[in-house]
Each structure stands twice: as C-alpha cells, then as structure tokens.
C-alpha cells in the first residue's frame, strides 16, 4: 500500500514540474508580435522543442497570411523564443 502512494505522490510531482514548464504569457506575446490573432494557448507540449529549451507551450492561432495554424514556442532563460508549426 505504501508503494502504491509513492508512485501517487511521484506521478503528482511530475503533472505539477511539467506545468511549470510552460509559459503562455510570453508564447502569446511572441505570438501576438510576430502578427499572428486568435491565439488559443494550451499545454505543455511533449514534441516540438529541442533538449535545451526550458519552456514548451503549445498553440493554436491565426496565422499573418489567415490561415488556421498549430505549433509550440519554445524557449529557454538567457535566450528568445522560437516558433515551430506541426504539420
């Protein structure tokens, strides 16, 4: 029964450090800057985003040209941000 707990409190700690590892205010203003509208943010996203990024927020929006993208922007301290599209 312990060891049922401790897989519990495990897996808690991990859902709360993956939700520290987005940043949808500055994803939005990247976003909103670069002259996309209708932004949704969402989560943290699992691909997308190379091992030295520290932040992976996932988006949905309206691209300058109007069409209906999805993606991530990453980013990382001490660094900018980068907007990568899913196919």
Partial sequence: MER???KIIGIALICVA????TDPERA???LADNG???IHIGGYSWAGCS???NYATEFDATSP??????GVVCSA????STI???D
């Fill in 4 to 6: 049922q707990h401790e």
């Fill in 18 to 21: 993956l939700a520290g590892c």
């Fill in 28 to 30: 939005e203003k990247v």
């Fill in 36 to 38: 996309f509208t209708n």
């Fill in 51 to 53: 091992n030295g990024d």
């Fill in 65 to 70: 040209a109007g069409k209906q993208v999805n």
């Fill in 77 to 80: 301290w001490l660094k900018g």
């Fill in 84 to 86: 990568r599209f899913f």
